[in-house]
Structure formats: C-alpha cells, structure tokens
T-cell receptor
Framework: AQSVSQHNHHVILSEAASLELGCNYS??????LFWYVQYPGQHLQLLLK??????LVKGIKGFEAEFIKSKFSFNLRKPSVQWSDTAEYFCAVRGNQAGTALIFGKGTTLSVSS | DSGVTQTPKHLITATGQRVTLRCSPRSGDLSVYWYQQSLDQGLQFLIH???????AKGNILERFSAQQFPDLHSELNLSSLELGDSALYFC????FGQGDTIYFGEGSWLTVV
C-alpha cells in the first residue's frame, strides 16, 4: 500500500539550530515528492518538490531536501531555523502519472523558541 | 494566496444535517482534489475530479459525495453528519499533467455539534 512515514511527531528547537525532518515512503513506481508547510491557522503551502534530476532540491525560505532512492527517503533540512519556521510540516508522495493524488504523512510539528 | 478559493471558511452544524462545501480552482486548472484534515487521521485524500469527471476515490465515506461543474468549480456534499466529521476540508487544484504541482485552498472548517 502507498504510504508516507514521518518519523518525528513534534520537534522542539532553539533559534539557529539545524533541522532535519525524516520522511520515508512506500510507493510502487516512479514518484514525485513534496514537502508542504502549514503555518498556524493557514493553508498548506508548497516548500519544495522533487520530480527528477538532481536529488538535492532547494525550496523557499532556505529549506532543502535530499531524495535517496535506495532508502525511499526524502528528508527535509534547514541549517539554521528561525522562530517564524514554527509550523507543521508534511511530506507527500504521488506517482508521476498525470492526475494522481498526493499521499501525505501524518506531519511533524516544529516549535522554535527564540 | 494559492488562487484556490473555498467557501465557507467556517461552518457549524448539527448532527444529522447536510452541508455543501464549495471550491473554485486556480484559473486554468482542470483537476480538483478534496482532502480531509483531522487530528486523529491527518490529511486524508477523499476524491479527485478532472474536467467534470471523477478520476480517483480515496477514503471518502458513502455519506459524502462530490461533483465538478462545467465551469470547473467543485462541491463536496456531506450528509447525515456525525461528530466525527468535524474537520478541516481542503480543496486543491492542478493543471493536470505529468509533474504538475497541486495547490491548496485555505480550507473549510466544519464543526458538527
């Protein structure tokens, strides 16, 4: 069955600390991978995406993620977090055929203290 | 602003009632997706429509139905509501093509009392 697993339910960091959120997926076939962020009271916003090519992708707000095909992983990283990064982060996967729906992980809540 | 518009933003209704949530996709997007977000289930895919036709079903209850109209807006109908249906319902849209990105609306908060 298709699934996405996010290892950390809640991460608490101080400002300037480095961040890595784990994401593993189970999906047959070629995949597209995404990280979305949901700030408190807001809708889901796309942070970054991987379709093909360079497995290290850079997104908005200094975030990046690395696709490791052999490990079925797509971990999100940021070298130095800010208080404004406090939000919920969702990893998602879909097949690369047109129109396939996103399958989401349960999400990771990131709390950054100033 | 993603360009996906959802109404209403908030809705409170009683058990057993029926509600309709509305979604206008981004200009030019032919695909509409509905998702349910709740604390215990997370983000669950409900249903996908493309250009008026149902393309895929996820974890959608039989009490729920959706449609996409010729002008491409979509409606999600929730009937015989139960307390457990209280959730945030997201609509999302995409162009429909290999490698397209899915953009989400701000969601409709449904509270069933």
């Amino acid at each position: 069955a298709q699934s996405v697993s996010q290892h950390n339910h809640h991460v608490i960091l101080s400002e300037a600390a480095s961040l890595e959120l784990g994401c593993n997926y189970s999906y047959g076939g070629t995949v597209n991978l995404f990280w979305y962020v949901q700030y408190p009271g807001q809708h889901l916003q796309l942070l970054l995406k991987y379709f093909s090519g360079d497995p290290l992708v850079k997104g908005i707000k200094g975030f990046e993620a690395e696709f490791i095909k052999s490990k079925f992983s797509f971990n999100l990283r940021k070298p130095s977090v800010q208080w404004s990064d406090t939000a919920e982060y969702f990893c998602a996967v879909r097949g690369n055929q047109a129109g396939t729906a996103l399958i989401f992980g349960k999400g990771t809540t990131l709390s950054v203290s100033s | 602003d993603s360009g996906v518009t959802q109404t209403p933003k908030h809705l409170i209704t009683a058990t057993g009632q029926r509600v309709t949530l509305r979604c206008s996709p981004r200009s030019g997007d032919l695909s509409v997706y509905w998702y349910q977000q709740s604390l215990d289930q997370g983000l669950q895919f409900l249903i996908h429509y493309y250009n008026g036709e149902e393309r895929a079903k996820g974890n959608i209850l039989e009490r729920f139905s959706a449609q996409q109209f010729p002008d491409l807006h979509s409606e999600l109908n929730l009937s015989s509501l139960e307390l457990g249906d209280s959730a945030l319902y997201f609509c999302a849209s995409s162009v429909f093509g290999q490698g397209d990105t899915i953009y989400f609306g701000e969601g409709s908060w449904l509270t069933v009392v």
